[in-house]
């Protein structure tokens, strides 16, 4: 079956740094963008940041200076790299990806990894 899993979450002391992965896997003929959300308990999923299939790359704008997006299309792979982690950044983090399988494009979310960072 065609899904996302993610990786690499834990607990961070604040200014501590955290890599996240997200690996597609399954009948997946093509990948367009590829992102991260997080959503902390009582609040919105939002935007962390998404990558296209060719690298351009966009992020939140009270995040870009701390996260960095990347893929590796060889390995259906995101990744996101968090340095100088806040307490705030406590969530858990979702990859989301449009995918391409036997006869539509079609948007596809990961379980979950849980990010907390303490101080």
């Known amino acids: 079956q065609v899904q996302l899993v993610e990786s690499g979450g834990g607990l961070v002391q604040a200014g501590g740094s955290l890599r996240l992965s997200c690996v597609a896997s399954?009948?997946?003929?093509?990948?367009?963008?590829m992102g991260w959300y997080r959503q902390a308990p009582g609040k919105q999923r939002e935007l962390v940041a998404v990558?296209?299939?060719?690298?351009?790359?966009n992020y939140a704008d009270s995040l870009k200076d701390r996260f960095t997006i990347s893929r590796d299309n060889a390995k259906n792979t995101v990744y996101l790299q968090m340095n100088s982690l806040k307490p705030e950044d406590t969530a858990i983090y979702y990859c989301?990806?449009?995918?391409?399988?036997?006869?539509?494009?079609?948007?596809?979310w990961g379980q979950g990894t849980q990010v907390t960072v303490s101080s």
């Open positions: 990558i296209s299939n060719l690298g351009s790359t």
């Open positions: 399954g009948m997946i003929l093509s990948i367009n963008d």
């Open positions: 989301n990806a449009e995918l391409w399988t036997d006869y539509h494009w079609e948007w596809y």
